[in-house]
């Protein structure tokens, strides 16, 4: 049986995107919460809260959203080798309470040595792989053992390791992970609940899941556990040819201020992940049926910055080609923010999981 399909929104702590200045004060809460109502009340499963060197916490702003919605859960990403693992398994325990069991966590190694050594990390690619690894196995035993233990790694080091607080979901909260190059593999196939990439052609996702896979049968676990999720950037219009009017201004307002950025780019040289989405743009402007690829070669991929253009009906076919792959999770965010969601919530959301519906009627 396939996993139910589930789908993942964005917020901020303030609005922006690749074709819009960030506005307004760095923590925006009333924008915080808005983006929590719009996506609860579309129809969203949870949505993912980023992390940045100098952005607020997302924790803190996870725990502000979920007082004011009810049912959406949050993906919270986090940055292994700031805080001590024992303490964040108690932070996340904590938020899975108070927010009624809807806490998840999205571990990112670091793609940037900026962004790490903004926080005074020095590690290289691999050291940081292998922090992670130590990371996320304390964590889980935090989460889980019901008796003090004690741990020595390379990294950590812990007598007497105990919560009295564990998660609320069992056997703990989703861990999500991403990451494209062999380390990262390695460690999803040991680790990860859901699996998280960035909108590849059928036959890249094809191959990651493959990858992916294989890892997980290595690590002696059950491949039928593993989720994937694919991150991609729907642009919509009642007509294709709309949309795509739609999409050619977007990228000219991306062009036009990066134009203006005397800071240059955002790529992330270190990322497999960047590097995969700059392969599928050197593919051309479109791939397979109406991937977009000229934002994340305009921009060094250096996030998730390709794109599904056409109307609602013609993207959720595009996004069950993926489903057909082993795809059950949507990660979706537009370049207006605010206005895609709500968007995405009336018409692309229901689209999909009409047709998803009807998947098995059609295949008999």
Not at 22 to 48: C, S, T
Not at 170 to 175: N, S
Not at 222 to 238: I, T, Y
Not at 298 to 314: I, S
């Amino acid at each position: 049986m396939p996993h139910p399909l589930q789908f993942i929104g964005f917020t901020s702590h303030r609005a922006g995107s690749e074709i819009h200045l960030p506005e307004g004060p760095v923590l925006d809460a009333d924008y915080v919460i808005r983006m929590a109502k719009v996506h609860e009340e579309g129809g969203f499963d949870r949505v993912l809260i980023a992390w940045h060197s100098s952005a607020p916490d997302g924790l803190a702003l996870a725990q502000l959203a979920a007082a004011h919605t009810s049912r959406l859960h949050f993906m919270v990403a986090h940055r292994p080798g700031f805080i001590a693992p024992t303490l964040a398994a108690r932070q996340f325990a904590t938020f899975d309470h108070i927010s009624g069991g809807r806490a998840s966590i999205h571990i990112i190694s670091g793609g940037s040595p900026a962004e790490q050594r903004a926080d005074g990390d020095w590690l290289d690619h691999a050291a940081r792989y292998a922090r992670t690894d130590e990371f996320v196995t304390l964590l889980r035993r935090v989460w889980t053992e019901e008796k003090p233990f004690d741990f020595e790694g390379t990294y950590y080091k812990a007598e007497g390791a105990f919560s009295a607080i564990k998660p609320l979901q069992k056997p703990h909260i989703p861990v999500f992970f991403g990451g494209s190059s062999d380390d990262a593999i390695r460690f999803a196939g040991r680790h990860a609940d859901i699996y998280a990439f960035w909108g590849e052609t059928l036959d890249q996702a094809r191959e990651t899941i493959a990858r992916v896979s294989g890892a997980v049968v290595e690590a002696g676990r059950d491949p039928q556990q593993m989720r994937f999720s694919l991150s991609v950037r729907p642009v919509l219009a009642e007509t294709e040819e709309a949309a795509w009017k739609r999409a050619d201004a977007i990228l000219e307002r991306v062009r036009a201020l990066r134009a203006g950025d005397a800071g240059g780019g955002n790529s992330k040289p270190e990322s497999i992940g960047s590097a995969r989405l700059l392969e599928a743009a050197r593919g051309g402007r479109i791939r397979d049926k109406r991937l977009w690829t000229e934002v994340a070669a305009a921009v060094g991929a250096g996030a998730n910055t390709t794109a599904l253009v056409g109307t609602p009906e013609q993207v959720a076919e595009a996004l069950l080609e993926y489903r057909a792959l082993g795809v059950d999770t949507f990660l979706i965010r537009g370049f207006d923010p605010e206005e895609d969601a709500i968007e995405y919530g009336r018409s692309l959301l229901p689209a999909v999981r009409y047709l998803d519906a009807r998947r098995p009627l059609a295949a008999e």
